[in-house]
């Protein structure tokens, strides 16, 4: 199971990443589907239980063992989740509170028009997160009855609602 979690939570990696891609990103429109990875995180656990392939090393452990790891599994990468949040959300009031410095140092220059983007940046960082967070709670739902009824996801829902969905 430990090699499961690491290989799930290796491909949560890019969810740090999500706000500085967003802002980079020429086209400012909101976004209406999860991102790329999110799909690939459960993977490993689908892979080792031959879901959805041809066959996989665990499948005679599927019936006995697939709830268990599942269970496991995305327990681990909620967590890991979290401790991400966490970081940006820290990074995202470092960057906010060092703009608002440069405002008031420069606010006679400053337009309106950067301000309503640095909005709608945190708008659509919002959306971002909860699109990731309601796909990856389907996901594990697809993959084991009851997984989003484990408490570290009801925890990464609820901490994206606080601090992203307050935003939007």
């Known amino acids: 199971m430990v090699l499961l979690s690491r290989r799930a ?17 020429s086209s400012k429109r909101v976004p209406t589907e999860p991102s790329y990875f ?28 697939l709830d268990y790891v599942a269970k496991g ?7 890991r989740y979290i401790q991400y949040l966490t970081a940006m959300k820290k ?22 028009s950067s301000t309503k983007d640095e909005d709608r940046d945190e708008e659509r960082i919002g959306t971002q997160m909860m699109l990731d967070v309601e796909a990856l709670g389907q996901d594990a739902q697809a993959l084991s009855r009851g997984l989003r009824d484990i408490t570290s996801y009801a925890q990464l829902v609820q901490m994206v609602q606080a601090d992203f969905g307050d935003e939007s």
């Open 9 to 25: 939570c290796d491909a949560l990696l890019p969810v740090r990443s999500i706000p500085s891609q967003l802002r980079a990103m």
């Open 38 to 65: 999110i799909s690939q995180i459960l993977r490993p656990v689908r892979a080792f239980f031959g879901i959805g392939t041809p066959s996989g090393p665990g499948e005679r452990l599927r019936e006995f063992l």
């Open 73 to 79: 599994v995305f327990d681990n990468v909620c967590q």
């Open 91 to 112: 990074t995202e009031e470092s960057l906010r509170r060092l703009k608002k410095g440069k405002k008031t140092t420069f606010g006679i220059f400053q337009s309106s």
